[in-house]
Antibody, heavy 118, light 106 residues
């Protein structure tokens, strides 16, 4: 069974960089070719897809965040990471990592709350 | 970006009721339509992909239909554990986008 776990600071100051890591374990994660995504959800609101990285390292980002986002992959550690620059209070949300593509996101992390505040 | 619009935003129902949620895409997305269930404080759970294919372990009371721009999720007989928020999502083109959610309440 594939499991995902987000990790990183829960509090980030305005204008600084939000950094999160997702560790993937179980299943055929070491050899599978699939998309890895980051998705966020502000409190009481809907889901926003941030971006994705394929096993090859190819990335796609939501245009609304593209200028501030970087997603990277470390296959040796079965991890992928999110960096979001120049954060503001509007970036406060629960951040999820997820695996999936056309057939939907079949695996999700439990989510991690990141608060942007001084 | 493809906009996904769900209706209603919320609904009240009782155990045993038949519930239908609709999702409309701003342009054609073929069959690249997925549905999720999210309970409070939990990550979303994939219910159905490619319009009508149930994810493993999902009860058969859930069904989906539609194509192109208009889609529906139906729960044939609502159970207590089905009270949650439901989201549609298109995986036709990036940026992948979600509907705003439909909260199913007692």
């Amino acid at each position: 069974q594939v499991q995902l776990q987000e990790s990183g600071p829960g509090l980030v100051k305005p204008s600084q960089t939000l950094s999160l890591t997702c560790t993937v374990s179980g299943g055929s994660t070491s050899s599978g070719n699939y998309y890895r995504s980051w998705i966020r959800q502000p409190a009481g609101k809907g889901l926003e897809w941030i971006g994705r990285i394929y096993t090859s390292g190819t990335t796609d980002y939501n245009p609304s965040l593209k200028s501030r986002v970087t997603i990277s992959l470390d296959t040796s550690k079965n991890q992928f990471s999110l960096r979001l620059n120049s954060v503001t209070a509007a970036d406060t949300a629960v951040y999820y990592c997820a695996i999936g593509g056309g057939p939907g996101f079949g695996y999700w992390g439990q989510g991690t709350l990141v608060t942007v505040s001084s | 970006d493809i906009q996904m619009t769900q209706s209603p935003s919320s609904l009240s129902a009782s155990v045993g009721d038949r519930v239908t949620i609709t999702c409309r895409a701003s342009q054609g997305i073929g069959s690249y339509l997925n549905w999720y269930q999210q309970r409070p404080g939990k990550a979303p759970k994939l219910l159905m992909y490619a319009v009508s294919t149930l994810q493993g372990g999902v009860p058969s009371r859930f069904s989906g239909s539609g194509s192109g721009t208009d889609f529906t999720l139906t729960i044939s007989s609502l159970q207590p554990e089905d009270f949650a928020t439901y989201y549609c999502q298109q995986s036709y083109s990036v940026p992948w986008t979600f509907g705003q959610g439909t909260k199913v309440e007692i």
